[in-house]
Structure formats: C-alpha cells, structure tokens
C-alpha cells in the first residue's frame, strides 16, 4: 500500500513538474497573449465575434500574421508542444464526447480560440467568444483533441514582426 502511494505521488509531482516546466519555457509573445487574454475573461472584445479575441491579441503583442486566419507559425500538436496563447483555428470540427450516460456533440464550423492552459497531451482549456456557453463575452472551455470525430483544426504560434527599417 505504501509502496502504490509513493508511485502515485511521484506521478504527480513529476506531471506538476512538467506543467511547471512548460511555463516557464514558454514564449514570450504566448505569455503576452496570455495575459491579454486573462485580463478580458468576462467581457466582451470588440464586436464579441471569435475571431476578434485573437485580432486584439495579436494587435496588442504586434505580432506577424495574414490578418485573416493564419496566426503564425504553424505547430503540429501531436508533435510540438503546445502553449498557453498559441492560436486555434477550427474548420467544419465535429466533437462528441460522453459524461455520465449523456453524449454531446459540438460543432465549430469556422471558429477561433486561443490556448489558456495545457492540461495534458492533447487536452486544454481554451478561451473563445461568440460561443453558446459564454455569449458575445469571452469564456473558458475544456478542448480535448481526442474527441474530434471530423474537420480540421490548426494550431499556431504567435511570431513577432521582423521590423521594416529602410535606410
């Protein structure tokens, strides 16, 4: 019995560890972003749309991108780890997941979130507006890869503008 305790409390500590780790390895523009993000929790950025969320983050931070739907640098999930302020951008995704003998299924045809937290591999909680749950004002949400059924679904790392001094 002792012994399954101690295994346990070494798996913990070693999965805060890592959520530790990757804080403090992460970008500078995510933390930005971030901390943009954390501070409109609540209420609603611009128009409310979803995709205005992250066209005020990027503004703010002065970041690199097509000012359409394609945040930065593109990162695989699967491959590279994720960040808190990495981008999502979700096309036609279809979820179904089940709690407590209910199924749900969720649809994001076009939509825009931004990483809040990175909870595991593959599962995270996003930050997003123009969602039922939330309205028109920005709210938290679980995301967790492994329920996608269908669709496709795009991570990207916010880059900075490389400056455009001319002599």
Not at 2 to 8: C, G, N, R
């Amino acid at each position: 019995m002792k012994k399954s305790l101690i295994v346990i409390s070494v798996l913990l500590s070693f999965g805060i560890y890592q959520r530790a780790l990757a804080q403090k390895n992460t970008p500078d523009l995510n933390k930005q972003i971030h901390k943009y993000v954390k501070s409109v929790i609540g209420k609603k950025v611009d128009r409310g749309e979803c995709w205005d969320l992250a066209n005020q983050a990027l503004i703010l931070i002065n970041a690199d991108w097509d000012k359409r739907y394609i945040y930065g640098t593109a990162i695989d999930p699967s491959n590279e780890e994720v960040f808190p302020g990495d981008l999502i951008q979700f096309e036609n995704i279809k979820i179904r997941y089940t709690e407590e003998n209910t199924t749900y299924t969720e649809l994001m045809m076009h939509h825009t979130a931004v990483v809040y937290k990175v909870l595991g591999n593959g599962i995270f909680e996003i930050a997003h507006q123009n969602t039922e749950f939330s309205g028109k004002r920005v709210g938290i949400s679980a995301l967790n890869l492994n329920y996608i059924i269908s669709g496709d679904i795009y991570f990207y790392r916010p880059t900075k503008k490389l400056s455009s001094n001319k002599l």
